[in-house]
C-alpha cells in the first residue's frame, strides 16, 4: 500500500498531476451536465414523459446514488484540485512579474471567488430543492406531487417551483450564467491540459467551447423561463 500511495502523492503534489485530475474531472463534469440538460428537457414533452423519465432513474437505486457519489466527488476533487493549483501556480511566479499582474490578479480573484461560492451555493440548493425536495417541502402528507400513477410528479413540482417562485428562476439563471462562464473556459483548457492544443486546432477548440457553454445555458435557462411564462402548465 505505502509503494503504491508513494507514486500517487507525488503525482498529485506536482503541477501536471493537479492539471491532468482537474482535465479529467471536468471531462466527466462536461458529460454530466449535458446529459443532464437532455433529460430536464423532457419536460417540454409533457408530464408522462418527465415523470416517467424521472421514475426509471428511481427504479436503479443503487446505481443513482452511486452515480450522485461519484459526481459530487469529481466536483470537490475538481474545485479542491483547482484551488490548489492556483495556489502553486501562484507561489511559483517570479516576483518581477508579481508587481504588473497584482491589479490584474486581484480583480480576477475577487470575481472568481464570488462567482465561486454562488455556484458551490446553487449545486448545495439544487440538490436539496429537487433531489431530496427538503428546501420546499414537496413530499407534502396529501400527495399533491404524486401523478395519477403514484410516481413523483416532477413536472407539477417544476413548473410550480418556477413558475409561482420568480426569486428561484432569477437565482437559477444567474447561476447558469456563471457556470456557464467557467465553462466557456474550461471547456478549452481541458483540451489545452490533454495535449490537443496546435495553432491551427486552437481557434476551433475556443469556438467549441463557447458554443457547448452558450447550448447549456440555454438549455438549462429554457425551463425556468417557460415557466415563469406560463408555457409550461
Known sequence: ????????????????????IVA???LALLGFLFGHMVGN???FL????INSYAAWLHSMPGLLWL????????????????????IQNRAARAERYECNKTVQASASSRIMMISGIIILTFVVFHILHFTIGVASGYYDPNGEYYDANGRHDVY????????QVPLISIYYIL?????????SHGFSSVFQTIGLRTERSWPLIQAAGYGYAALIFIGNISIPIAAMLGWLK
Not at 409533457?46 to 414523459?49: L, M, T
Not at 407539477?156 to 413558475?163: A, Q
Open 67 to 86: 452515480a450522485r457519489i461519484g459526481l459530487l466527488g469529481a466536483f470537490g476533487l475538481h474545485v479542491v484540485t483547482t484551488i490548489l493549483l492556483v
Open 156 to 163: 407539477k413540482m417544476v413548473v410550480h417551483s418556477f413558475g
Open 1 to 20: 500500500m505505502k509503494s503504491l500511495l508513494g507514486p500517487i502523492t507525488a503525482f498529485y503534489a506536482s503541477s501536471i498531476g493537479k492539471k491532468i
Open 24 to 26: 479529467v474531472t471536468g
Open 46 to 49: 409533457g408530464p408522462e414523459k
Open 41 to 43: 428537457l423532457k419536460i
Open 175 to 183: 447561476s447558469m450564467a456563471l457556470l456557464c462562464s467557467h465553462l
